[in-house]
């Protein structure tokens, strides 16, 4: 019974597609990137410009701009830290 209603009518849970539950899954996923992305670049880059640079990149690119430090700078930083 819906609380406060006094009418007794039933609750029915909203019933979530396959759709909507993989668009969620990828908007997780994309986030933890993001974030990860983010984390990197600020802990990894040497050079303060560069940091800044990149972390701006990332921040307002969202997804684009965390997979472009992926592409173009996350190899880089991971070799020299060896």
Request: aromatic share 20%; hydrophobic share 70%.
């Given at each position: 019974m819906l609380a406060g209603t006094g009418h007794g009518e039933e609750y029915e849970m909203p019933q979530i597609t396959?759709?909507?539950?993989?668009?969620?899954?990828?908007?997780?996923?994309?986030?933890?990137?993001?974030?990860?992305?983010l984390v990197e670049a600020v802990t990894r880059e040497?050079?303060?410009?560069?940091r800044a640079l990149w972390s701006v990149v990332i921040v307002l690119g969202q997804g684009l701009g965390a997979l472009a430090y992926f592409v173009a700078r996350r190899p880089l930083t991971t070799k020299t830290r060896t």
């Open positions: 396959f759709t909507e539950l993989a668009i969620l899954f990828l908007l997780a996923v994309n986030t933890a990137f993001w974030v990860w992305m040497t050079d303060a410009r560069q």
